[in-house]
């Protein structure tokens, strides 16, 4: 493959539920960092989220009553599920071509000497929810699950040739819905251009207060 891939889901077919999706802007994208493949997926988000965990370091002096408390450092955690919806074969073969993509970016990319020269670092966009802190591209996440379910219950596609003939024949089958589970740990993009690198811009509003 040359240059970089850029997949959207559900585009063959343009079904009802896709195109409706895309006209309200109901995209989750993913951006590869280290070779800019980007995936993007029309969906619908059924649950999200969005984890604050500050680590906090205790220090214990013989005077002292109370400890000295240090942050240390505040992990931010985000978990999401995505449902995208298959209406014709080609869609779900090119929805599943996206989610093999999306996967194979979970993985260090490799030289031709097997070393690893970049880092699984993945640039996650979903709306406002996730559309990052300066120019509104997304946030940057090291996925560390993700869970890829096949939704039979709502039905198959298989070109109407009947489960046993299928089954028979080793052809194709595809849910008409496929779920998405993402648990990920998010990296905080400093402001370099600021004299003090922080996430917030020098101009950041601040609500409260007089």
Known sequence: ???????KAGLPGDSTVTKWARQQGYIVKF??????????????????????????EMRYGSSQ?????TITKTGRNISFTLNVLNSSLNEARHNTQ????????????MDNANSFNGLPFINVHMMNILDGNNNGDGVICVIESLDYNLDFDNGILNSNEGVLILNSSGK???PISIQLSISAKTLIQANMDSE?????SPNYPSYGGR
Not at 1 to 7: F, K, N, P
Not at 46 to 53: E, G, K
């Open 31 to 56: 951006t590869h960092l280290p070779t800019g493949h980007i995936v993007e997926f029309p969906s619908i988000i059924s649950d999200f989220t969005d984890n604050h965990q500050p680590s906090l």
């Open 196 to 200: 003090s690198p922080s996430p917030l």
């Open 172 to 174: 194709e089958i595809y």
């Open 98 to 109: 996206c989610v093999n993509l999306l996967i194979q970016m979970l993985y260090p990319t």
């Open 1 to 7: 493959m040359s240059g970089h891939a850029h997949l």
């Open 65 to 69: 009553h109370d400890p000295i408390t």
